[in-house]
Nanobody, 118 residues
Framework: QVQLVESGGGLVQPGGSLRLSCVAS??????????MKWYRQAPGKERELVAS???????NYADFVKGRFTISRDNAKNTVNLQMNSLKPEDTAVYYC??????????WGQGTQVTVSS
């Protein structure tokens, strides 16, 4: 059973930075069709896609984080990261790591809280 474990959330002031990490157990990230994603869900809102990265390194970002967030992955270490800069109060949410692989069930992490407040 593959598991995803996120870390790196916390409280940060507006304009600050945080780096989220997600470690996957097993070899899911080495699968050719694997795409790793970060989602977020703010209170009272639907979960939304923040960024994604394919096994080959192709990235996509939601418009609301372009130029501020960077997603990266290390397939050898089964790790995907989300570097978040210039954080805004509206970035406050629970951030979830997600593993999508063709033909397999999606896998979700437990989430990590990010709070941007002065």
């Amino acid at each position: 059973q593959v598991q995803l474990v996120e870390s790196g959330g916390g409280l940060v002031q507006p304009g600050g930075s945080l780096r989220l990490s997600c470690v996957a157990s097993g070899s899911i990230m080495k699968t050719g069709t694997n795409v790793m994603k970060w989602y977020r869900q703010a209170p009272g809102k639907e979960r939304e896609l923040v960024a994604s990265i394919t096994r080959g390194g192709t990235t996509n970002y939601a418009d609301f984080v372009k130029g501020r967030f960077t997603i990266s992955r290390d397939n050898a270490k089964n790790t995907v990261n989300l570097q978040m800069n210039s954080l805004k109060p509206e970035d406050t949410a629970v951030y979830y790591c997600n593993a999508w692989t063709w033909g397999l069930n999606e896998i979700w992490g437990q989430g990590t809280q990010v709070t941007v407040s002065s």
